[in-house]
């Protein structure tokens, strides 16, 4: 009789535990789970003033924008658009090719200036992409701007990263129609941390 006595208080016991503890341990799931939300959150890349350059058909453009960090550094690492607007999407950056700086190529210095014919401009990866110019038309003489695909662009934690003309651009190869000033182009973003952005850019002249 005893014995029967004290299996019942047990088993009235281990309820009475598993029914406060229950609540607790959800309540330790829903705060962890919302801790994991915040920290994705933070950590994704917030994308502003994006736009495109408008561009012909067959040939080549390129779309710019600001990345702005979270709380935790991250890397854009690729891009796609619909079939509809380009063949392929690529990270790419300009450089000056043969040791020239930026600045000597934009005549500051004087050294590609008007004299010899060349703008400002022209000398612009993306007025010669507006021209369906291919990266092995820009890379094959002095004081030419060099493109070429990258494998990521770092985002500072907290810090921004500019994606614009002379520098880190995402570039549209052969265009599926037109682009004129006025019109948007979808652009999915991926980055290293498995994050995937699709932001509308207005496409303009210049």
């Given at each position: 009789m005893n014995n029967r006595r004290k299996?019942?208080?047990f088993a009235t016991a281990a309820a009475l535990t598993l029914l406060v503890a229950a609540p607790a341990?959800?309540?330790s799931s829903d705060d962890e789970s919302s801790s994991d939300t915040e920290a994705a959150a933070g950590a994704e890349v917030a994308i502003s003033d994006a736009w495109a350059r408008s561009g012909a058909?067959?040939?080549n453009t390129a779309v710019y924008m600001v990345l702005q960090g979270g709380s935790q550094a991250d890397d854009l690492v690729g891009a796609s658009v619909s079939s509809d607007v380009a063949a392929e999407a690529q990270v790419h950056e300009t450089t000056a090719d043969d040791g020239m700086t930026d600045?000597?190529?934009a005549g500051d210095e004087g050294d590609m200036s008007a004299d010899e014919g060349m703008s400002d401009d022209s000398m612009t990866d993306d007025s010669m992409t507006d021209e369906g110019m291919s990266e092995d038309d820009m890379g094959g003489g002095s004081g030419m701007m060099t493109m070429q695909e990258v494998e990521e662009v770092p985002v500072p934690a907290d810090g921004s990263v500019a994606l614009e003309p002379g520098g880190y651009h995402i570039m549209l190869l052969d265009l599926?129609?037109?682009l004129t000033a006025g019109d948007t182009v979808e652009v999915t973003l991926?980055?290293?941390s498995g994050a995937e952005e699709t932001i509308d850019?207005?496409?303009?002249?210049?």
């Open positions: 299996t019942r208080r341990a959800a309540c058909a067959g040939g600045d000597s190529m599926a129609a037109d991926l980055f290293s850019a207005e496409v303009r002249d210049s």
